[in-house]
């Protein structure tokens, strides 16, 4: 059995400031909406070429064309969600709360399989397989095709566990998985382990000091991943020695973005930071956004483009943190780190709006 720890924070929180008149400096113009059911669970959008899939809380899925803002297909699992879709363009999976895996292929069911526990991260399609990690520490993979499980590698980890998203990603020929506070390099055709680097290290006396689970969205450039460990750092891992370039103490619940030369977070306070890739010391803070619950940032071109549980889009420099420009796209939370596919941002609100924007 798994004890589970919701990630949520008290109710007594510091009143932000009043934002500043918008300046709008750079132009953000909407190019499309699709209209999904409300997003009440960790949802994580994915991206496969110009197709983004998403999915609301009730078990609907849907494939978007994100050059047109059309419905490539619309489906139902069949049961609300637990987790995040993930897709490769052809064959999407999710993970119902009943802990079913479900995979879907041009707007169809083409399997259900039961999980060992329930998982709070989306599944990863690759390879004509999909691969999915359960709150129980274990990490399993499936045919794309038939719903075959391949292999499983389970491992005794600590009492609790972070009930949001994790890290899975394909590197090359590597399976790349967070496992607590450490990346962990599998072997995608056995399941046996490559390599194992810590961003963090458990402390503290108790379960709930010594979680550190890695969480949300990373920054990969080449074969260098950087993640973040649930209110203990951010660090950086080479993928093909699993060799630890770098890590610093950080505070925030949320997942990392970045681009060859920076790595940008949202930290618990609010504020927004900039970490150089190279060594990971800090290049700027930005603290105008402070006492807010932002999402994890998305770099784009010249801004970070953030959400705020208010159902604001903020859009900040990558150089400086300044304010560029703000938007609300239909008032209701945006909890969703922003995606991006091919020129468009995506942006899912909790009413299951589901935005494409292009910034200039």
């Known amino acids: 059995m798994v004890a589970l720890l919701a990630a949520c924070s008290g109710s007594s929180k510091p009143k932000p400031d009043e934002l500043p008149a918008n300046p709008a400096l750079m132009g953000v113009r909407q190019a499309w909406t699709v209209r999904i059911p409300e997003v009440k669970f960790p949802l994580t959008t994915d991206v496969s070429g110009d197709t983004v899939t998403v999915a609301g809380s009730d078990g609907t899925v849907v494939a978007i064309d994100a050059r ?53 991260t989306a599944p990863l399609v690759a390879g004509r397989r999909v691969f999915v990690q359960t709150a129980d520490r274990s990490i399993s993979a499936w045919d794309g095709q038939s719903g075959r499980r391949l292999w499983i590698q389970q491992r005794a980890g600590e009492n609790l566990v972070l009930r949001k998203s994790g890290v899975l990603l394909a590197v090359g020929d590597t399976l790349v998985a967070g496992i607590g506070g450490r990346l962990v390099g599998i072997n995608p055709a056995n399941g046996t382990s490559r390599w194992e680097s810590p961003i963090a290290a458990p402390r503290g006396t108790n379960d709930v000091e010594r979680l550190v689970d890695l969480t949300g969205s990373v920054s990969r450039f080449g074969d260098t991943i950087c993640a973040r460990a649930y209110y203990a750092s951010v660090g950086c891992v080479e993928t093909v020695r699993g060799s630890l370039v770098w890590s610093k103490p950080a505070s925030g619940a949320d997942g990392v973005s970045g681009n060859e030369s920076f790595v940008y977070g949202t930290e618990s306070d609010g504020s927004v930071v900039a970490w150089r890739r190279a060594d990971g010391e800090r290049a700027w803070q930005m603290s105008r956004l402070k006492n807010r619950v932002l999402t994890s940032p998305l770099a784009v071109g010249r801004s970070l483009i953030i959400g705020e549980d208010t159902g604001t889009l903020h859009f900040v420099s990558r150089e400086d943190g300044a304010l560029l420009n703000r938007i609300t796209p239909d008032g209701s939370a945006i909890t969703v780190a922003p995606a991006l596919a091919g020129n468009t941002v995506v942006v899912v609100t909790a009413k299951g709006g589901v935005f494409g924007y292009r910034p200039e």
């Open 68 to 120: 047109a803002g059309r419905e490539v297909w619309r489906a139902s699992a069949g049961a609300p969600l637990a987790a995040g879709v993930g897709s490769d363009g052809s064959v999407a999976a999710v993970v119902t709360t009943g802990n079913e895996l479900v995979a879907i292929e041009n707007g169809k069911v083409i399997w259900k399989q039961k999980l060992s526990a329930q998982a709070f």
